[in-house]
């Protein structure tokens, strides 16, 4: 029964309702130790709000959640932080769990704000404080971690290298991760289990075969589809911050 | 040197400051200085109540503020009105019940002003007994809820899905609240609590930039407030609360200027 064990959270048939409207519902999926599981879906399709049950931050839900670990990292997409509050950088490393400062400099250097580590953070900009929400949740070395659009308002560069550091990230702590991106080009390089979201599960399975479902192909267009079948060959290289070429 | 009873006002006073340096600043960083007022409004009731029963003052504002803090969670459950509109509903009945029953009460003779701006003759031995350690009280629970309370005032989902059970911190909170108001109704009184949350911690955010200094000074402020504005009541005859309130405006007013010269500097 290992594959049992190894569950970090299942959702079976779940769903959310608020003011009388469901904001999402019949959603199963199970995101597993060392597993990527994304969604994917058009705006207002549940995605955030998936999220949200699986973490328990939703507590009225139809369904059930099912969560196995409680060393989560979580990567909101909309935060509103109350700027009234002095806090620095490294408070907000701190804000749920107590973490050793040999860590904490190794994620902030690992997500590269290591030189924003005592400036205040509302005085960051949209793309530093993505990058700082990045490094507390991986500073905690969590079994499940959530990602809501982590690299929203990051540089082209930075995206990529982000997304790497998250892989890389699963791959050495073996962590399971829940991710929501709108990006499918970088997505689907990296992950093992997609699903497609439209208020209910359009479609899910793994990047190849949700690109060939024709629910996917309407959703997104025959475009999207194509994106994803660029992907089946295998990268052999990536590209370093100046554009220099490194072999895997 | 001094008489005992301002021995007694003074340990009392700096007793009950270092208790609302660190809960002043929740009250201003969660938005809370109105919600502050509503349950010192209602500790009115609290001490009527306690005058007509012979109970202990602290212990009976206790009660009501707690009451009146879980009746303003059902409230908020079952109604659609707006926060403030059921703070202010709350906190003018309560404060007119309250008066109304000190009008039935004929045969206390009360000192309503005492009530309502603090008293530093009114402290007496069972009182400083009651500010310390229900302080202390107070504090260790804070210390306890500290890490799910300051990262829910952060940002709640965060601290709800990374495991900390922000709901109960908050209940938590708001009965420490209660208690703060009841052990320093007394000293301070009744229509000026408020401030001696706010104030000093306001004071302080002007000068810190992490939540840790920011604690620490809003200590401070209270401290010196309690000081400055006990020793300017004995001189001047005037009443321990607003003496209180006055000097800590004094100590924000110049933590105001100290800003304007690090601008002036920076540019």
């Given at each position: 029964m290992s594959s049992e064990n190894s569950t970090l959270v299942k959702l079976n048939n779940a769903g959310f309702k608020q003011n009388d409207k469901w904001?999402?519902?019949?959603v199963s999926l199970t995101v597993k130790k060392g597993k990527i599981v994304t969604l994917i879906g058009p705006n207002g399709s549940g995605k955030s709000t998936t999220a949200k049950i699986a973490l328990g931050?939703?507590?009225?839900?139809?369904g059930s959640v099912e969560k196995y670990t409680n060393k989560v990292g979580y990567v909101p997409q909309k935060i509103s932080i109350d700027w009234t509050l002095p806090l620095r950088v490294y408070d907000f490393m701190l804000l749920t769990e107590n973490i050793k400062d040999e860590a904490i400099d190794e994620a902030l250097t690992l997500t590269g704000?290591?030189?924003?580590?005592?400036?205040?953070?509302?005085?960051?900009?949209g793309g530093e404080f993505q990058r700082v929400l990045i490094a507390r949740a991986i500073s905690k070395k969590p079994e499940l971690l959530v990602l809501d659009?982590?690299?929203?308002?990051?540089d082209y560069t930075g995206e990529i290298a982000l997304y790497e550091l998250i892989k890389r990230i699963s791959d050495t702590l073996n962590c399971g991760i829940l991710l929501i991106s709108h990006d499918l080009h970088t997505v689907?390089?990296?992950?093992d289990h997609v699903v497609c979201l439209n208020?209910?599960?359009?479609c899910s399975g793994s990047p190849m075969d949700v690109a060939k479902n024709n629910e996917y192909k309407t959703l997104f267009g025959e475009q999207a589809s194509q994106i994803l079948s660029v992907y089946e060959h295998k990268h052999d290289h990536v590209h370093s911050d100046k554009g220099e070429i490194k072999k895997n | 040197m001094f008489d005992d009873f301002f021995i007694r006002a003074l340990i009392a006073g700096l007793g009950i400051a270092l208790v609302t340096g660190p809960l002043g600043c929740f009250v201003v960083w969660r938005r809370l200085s109105y919600f502050g007022d509503t349950l010192a409004h209602s500790a009115l009731l609290g001490v009527t109540l306690a005058y007509s029963f012979e109970l202990n003052i602290a212990l009976s504002v206790f009660i009501i503020s707690s009451l009146i803090a879980l009746i303003l969670i059902q409230l908020q459950k079952k109604t659609n009105l707006p926060g403030d509109a059921l703070l202010g509903l709350l906190a003018h009945s309560s404060l007119a019940v309250g008066l109304v029953v000190i009008g039935f009460l004929t045969f206390i003779r009360f000192d309503i002003m005492g009530l309502l701006?603090?008293?530093?003759?009114?402290?007496?031995t069972d009182d400083l007994l009651i500010i310390w350690t229900g302080g202390a009280v107070i504090l260790l629970v804070l210390k306890l809820i500290w890490k799910p309370l300051f990262a829910s005032t952060v940002n709640y989902e965060l601290a709800e899905a990374e495991g900390l059970n922000p709901d109960r911190a908050k209940a938590i909170f708001t009965i420490l609240m209660a208690a703060v108001i009841a052990i320093s109704i007394k000293m301070v009184g009744l229509l000026l609590i408020t401030g001696m949350l706010i104030i000093p911690a306001a004071m302080a955010r002007n000068i810190s930039d992490s939540p840790q200094k920011m604690v620490l000074f809003s200590i401070i402020g209270g401290l010196l407030s309690v000081l400055l504005g006990l020793f300017s009541s004995l001189e001047?005859?005037?009443?321990?609360g607003p003496s209180i309130i006055m000097a800590s405006l004094i100590l924000f007013i110049l933590s105001l200027l100290n800003i304007k010269q690090s601008i002036k500097l920076k540019n």
């Amino acid at each position: 029964m290992s594959s049992e064990n190894s569950t970090l959270v299942k959702l079976n048939n779940a769903g959310f309702k608020q003011n009388d409207k469901w904001l999402v519902e019949g959603v199963s999926l199970t995101v597993k130790k060392g597993k990527i599981v994304t969604l994917i879906g058009p705006n207002g399709s549940g995605k955030s709000t998936t999220a949200k049950i699986a973490l328990g931050i939703y507590k009225n839900i139809e369904g059930s959640v099912e969560k196995y670990t409680n060393k989560v990292g979580y990567v909101p997409q909309k935060i509103s932080i109350d700027w009234t509050l002095p806090l620095r950088v490294y408070d907000f490393m701190l804000l749920t769990e107590n973490i050793k400062d040999e860590a904490i400099d190794e994620a902030l250097t690992l997500t590269g704000v290591i030189h924003l580590k005592n400036k205040n953070l509302g005085n960051l900009s949209g793309g530093e404080f993505q990058r700082v929400l990045i490094a507390r949740a991986i500073s905690k070395k969590p079994e499940l971690l959530v990602l809501d659009e982590p690299v929203q308002g990051v540089d082209y560069t930075g995206e990529i290298a982000l997304y790497e550091l998250i892989k890389r990230i699963s791959d050495t702590l073996n962590c399971g991760i829940l991710l929501i991106s709108h990006d499918l080009h970088t997505v689907m390089t990296a992950t093992d289990h997609v699903v497609c979201l439209n208020g209910h599960v359009c479609c899910s399975g793994s990047p190849m075969d949700v690109a060939k479902n024709n629910e996917y192909k309407t959703l997104f267009g025959e475009q999207a589809s194509q994106i994803l079948s660029v992907y089946e060959h295998k990268h052999d290289h990536v590209h370093s911050d100046k554009g220099e070429i490194k072999k895997n | 040197m001094f008489d005992d009873f301002f021995i007694r006002a003074l340990i009392a006073g700096l007793g009950i400051a270092l208790v609302t340096g660190p809960l002043g600043c929740f009250v201003v960083w969660r938005r809370l200085s109105y919600f502050g007022d509503t349950l010192a409004h209602s500790a009115l009731l609290g001490v009527t109540l306690a005058y007509s029963f012979e109970l202990n003052i602290a212990l009976s504002v206790f009660i009501i503020s707690s009451l009146i803090a879980l009746i303003l969670i059902q409230l908020q459950k079952k109604t659609n009105l707006p926060g403030d509109a059921l703070l202010g509903l709350l906190a003018h009945s309560s404060l007119a019940v309250g008066l109304v029953v000190i009008g039935f009460l004929t045969f206390i003779r009360f000192d309503i002003m005492g009530l309502l701006f603090g008293d530093i003759l009114a402290v007496t031995t069972d009182d400083l007994l009651i500010i310390w350690t229900g302080g202390a009280v107070i504090l260790l629970v804070l210390k306890l809820i500290w890490k799910p309370l300051f990262a829910s005032t952060v940002n709640y989902e965060l601290a709800e899905a990374e495991g900390l059970n922000p709901d109960r911190a908050k209940a938590i909170f708001t009965i420490l609240m209660a208690a703060v108001i009841a052990i320093s109704i007394k000293m301070v009184g009744l229509l000026l609590i408020t401030g001696m949350l706010i104030i000093p911690a306001a004071m302080a955010r002007n000068i810190s930039d992490s939540p840790q200094k920011m604690v620490l000074f809003s200590i401070i402020g209270g401290l010196l407030s309690v000081l400055l504005g006990l020793f300017s009541s004995l001189e001047f005859n005037t009443s321990s609360g607003p003496s209180i309130i006055m000097a800590s405006l004094i100590l924000f007013i110049l933590s105001l200027l100290n800003i304007k010269q690090s601008i002036k500097l920076k540019n």
